[in-house]
Nanobody, 120 residues
C-alpha cells in the first residue's frame, strides 16, 4: 500500500520540542522532495519546510528558521521535522507531502496529518 504516515505530534509546553516523522511505504521516499505543511484552525495551509530529493537542499518558513530542522533518513524511508523552542502559534495540524521538487504545487502523495498543540 502506497502511503505517507506522520507521527510524533502531541501536546507540549511553550519552549518545548517535538520531532515529527513522515514515513513512506510502497514507494522510495528519497526519489522525492518532501515538504511539511501546517494548518491552524481557521487559517489556510502554509508550507513550513521542504527538503530536496537530489541534493538535499532545505527550505524553511521564515517564522521557523533557526527553530525547526528538516532531515531525511533514506535507510528508514523517513523524513523528520525537529521542532525546538515551540511557540503557541506553532499549534496546527502538520502534514507531509511528497513532490517532484520543493516549491511545486503538484504533489504525488499526502499524509493524513498529526496534531501539534503548544500550550501551557
Amino acid at each position: 500500500q502506497v502511503q505517507l504516515v506522520e507521527s510524533g505530534g502531541g501536546l507540549v509546553q511553550p519552549g518545548g520540542s517535538l520531532r515529527l516523522s513522515c514515513a513512506a511505504s510502497g514507494f522510495t521516499l528519497d526519489h522525492y522532495a518532501v515538504g511539511w505543511f501546517r494548518q491552524a484552525p481557521g487559517k489556510g495551509r502554509e508550507g513550513v519546510s521542504c527538503v530536496g530529493s537530489s541534493d538535499g537542499t532545505t527550505y524553511y518558513l521564515n517564522s521557523v528558521k533557526g527553530r525547526f530542522t528538516i532531515s531525511r533518513d533514506n535507510a528508514k524511508n523517513t523524513v523528520y521535522l525537529q521542532m525546538n523552542s515551540l511557540k503557541p502559534e506553532d499549534t496546527a495540524v502538520y502534514t507531509c507531502a511528497a513532490t517532484q521538487v520543493c516549491g511545486s504545487y503538484n504533489f504525488d502523495y499526502w499524509g493524513q496529518g498529526t496534531q501539534v498543540t503548544v500550550s501551557s
